[in-house]
């Protein structure tokens, strides 16, 4: 059955809201996966910044003989440039190569002290990585983005399915809503 006009001017503004409120909660949910990402690289990139700043030798920080590879690995990694944005080491490659990372990305740290920026050095690889600016290095912690994407794209799939079966019970509410309204409406003109 479809909705009359009176039965549209019902349904339309429920459907509008719990359309709104759906977008709402899954944009929440998906920055607070976003956000909670880099939690262990703000760690650890906070950690090292110390470090370098008390006199650390930047090669004691890294253990280079086990490269991490970014393509297959969700393990965290580190690398280390230099004020002239050269890699003094690094635990990841990428396709055998140690991938580089914009220098606008550097030249905003250089600025700011920091950043976290979402990197993507290859087609499906993306990178949730934490940048700090030291006396005479930076820092880039990061790590893969792929199981965080993934909880984010099954929870889109939830959210739809949950919408879909809200605006389904919306829909008959109003329906029931609508025949008892004429059916009262009938029985009042008797």
């Known amino acids: ?11 339309f503004p429920l459907a509008m809201a ?15 996966y976003r956000m909670n990402l880099n939690d262990p690289q703000i760690q650890i990139a906070q950690d090292v910044k110390t470090a370098l700043n008390g006199g650390a030798d930047p090669k004691s920080l890294i253990s ?3 490269q991490i590879d970014m393509g297959n690995s969700l393990a965290t990694f580190m690398i280390i440039y230099d004020n002239q944005k050269k890699p003094v080491v690094s635990s990841v ?6 991938p580089n990372i914009p220098d606008s990305v550097l030249d905003y740290v250089n600025k700011n002290g920091g950043t ?8 499906n690889v993306r990178i949730a990585a934490v940048v700090e600016k030291t006396k005479n290095n930076y820092v880039l912690v990061g790590r893969s983005m792929k199981e965080v994407e993934n909880r984010i794209a099954i929870m889109g799939i939830q959210m739809a399915i949950a919408w879909l079966a809200i605006i389904i019970l919306v829909y008959g509410s109003v329906l029931i809503v609508s025949q008892r ?9 008797e």
């Open 1 to 11: 059955m479809f909705l009359s006009r009176r039965m549209w001017r019902q349904f």
């Open 18 to 32: 719990v359309t709104l409120l759906c977008a709402l909660m899954y944009l929440g949910f998906q920055q607070m």
């Open 64 to 66: 280079s003989g086990n």
């Open 93 to 98: 490659q990428l396709n055998g190569k140690l």
């Open 116 to 123: 976290r920026v979402t990197w993507q050095p290859d087609k």
């Open 181 to 189: 309204h004429r059916q009262d409406t009938h029985t009042d003109k």
